[in-house]
């Protein structure tokens, strides 16, 4: 039911994450390397139910979807907290 590992090559970083809830209908994935405390899921309506359900391949293949896009976050999010971090010390000089 839960915290299935997954892990897949992304620009040659391994990034690793785990499948925390899977039904028929719901899925979450974390991530857990190389960032932490990102989640993301999906549902699928009943009546949606007779074309995809997560409990086989469209759900291993939806996990790894979701684990490439929480990589692309956390990357996103590191980027921005270095440019914020660069724009902070830069005005503390300018203020001197």
């Known amino acids: 039911m839960g915290n299935e590992i997954i892990s897949m090559l992304i620009d040659g970083i391994e990034v690793q994450?785990?499948?925390?809830?899977?039904s028929s209908?719901?899925?979450?994935v974390e991530?857990?390397?190389?960032?932490?405390n990102l989640i993301t899921g999906s549902h699928i309506p009943y009546f949606?139910?007779?074309?995809?359900?997560f409990k086989g391949e469209?759900?291993?293949k939806r996990a790894l979807e979701f684990l490439k896009e929480l990589y692309e976050i956390g990357k996103d999010i590191e980027n921005i907290l270095l440019i914020a971090k660069q724009r902070l010390l830069n005005s503390d000089e300018e203020a001197k």
């Open 25 to 28: 209908q719901d899925i979450n």
């Open 48 to 53: 949606a139910m007779g074309v995809h359900n």
């Open 17 to 22: 994450g785990k499948i925390i809830y899977r």
């Open 58 to 60: 469209y759900g291993d």
């Open 31 to 36: 991530i857990t390397r190389p960032y932490k």
